[in-house]
T-cell receptor, first 111, second 111 residues
Framework: DVKVTQSSRYLVKRTGEKVFLECVQD?????MFWYRQDPGLGLRLIYF???????EKGDIPEGYSVSREKKERFSLILESASTNQTSMYLC??????????FGSGTRLTVV | GQNIDQPTEMTATEGAIVQINCTYQ??????LFWYQQHAGEAPTFLSY????GLEEKGRFSSFLSRSKGYSYLLLKELQMKDSASYLC????????????FGKGTTLSVSS
């Protein structure tokens, strides 16, 4: 089975900190995605990547950046964390044309 | 643009049948997915439809009508463990391989 691992289950950070959320998949998938999930708003796409060093903006990229230096790893970066970025962050990967496998999520609280 | 609608909440009793509807409007439809998400956990894949018709998988079935922009997830012989959120997601060619999610339907199953 494909495994998507997110490095932290829970994180608490201070306003203004630079935050790194890490995601690693072990099945050589080309596509990787970052979503955030908020009550009443569902899953919203932040960024995705088709290949190493490639990235595409999703619906809500403001305040975020990403890095994909290796195929298996896709990092989400909050340049200067703010309280409105408190959320559940979900990483997913997929092979071309197929559905996603999700990581277990990182619940980030910005205080 | 993209728009995916599904009811916010539904309730049902053990042993019953429930149908969760999803309507969508996308620029370039290329498949519809249903995911199940238990509270505090990552979404898990349930079904995939790209052609019109019914796909059956055990107690769960999913239907698609592309001309009507409509899908439903049918859950039979409901069990308490089916209490979860059910997410409808569409792959839109205009968004590459990224899935666009509806806000989810929270299903509560009571005895």
């Amino acid at each position: 089975d494909v495994k998507v691992t997110q490095s932290s289950r829970y994180l608490v950070k201070r306003t203004g900190e630079k935050v790194f959320l890490e995601c690693v998949q072990d099945m050589d998938h080309e596509n990787m995605f970052w979503y955030r999930q908020d009550p009443g708003l569902g899953l919203r796409l932040i960024y995705f990547s088709y290949d190493v060093k490639m990235k595409e903006k999703g619906d809500i990229p403001e305040g975020y950046s990403v890095s994909r230096e290796k195929k298996e790893r896709f990092s989400l970066i909050l340049e200067s964390a703010s309280t409105n970025q408190t959320s559940m962050y979900l990483c997913a990967s997929s092979e071309q044309g197929y559905g996603y496998t999700f990581g277990s999520g990182t619940r980030l609280t910005v205080v | 643009g993209q728009n995916i609608d599904q009811p916010t909440e539904m309730t049902a009793t053990e042993g019953a049948i429930v149908q969760i509807n999803c309507t969508y409007q996308t620029s370039g439809f290329n498949g519809l997915f249903w995911y199940q998400q238990h509270a505090g956990e990552a979404p898990t894949f349930l079904s995939y439809n790209v052609l019109d018709g019914l796909e059956e998988k055990g107690r769960f079935s999913s239907f698609l009508s592309r001309s009507k922009g409509y899908s439903y997830l049918l859950l039979k012989e409901l069990q308490m463990k089916d209490s979860a959120s059910y997410l409808c997601a569409v792959r839109d060619d205009q968004a590459g391989t990224a899935l666009i999610f509806g806000k989810g339907t929270t299903l509560s199953v009571s005895s």
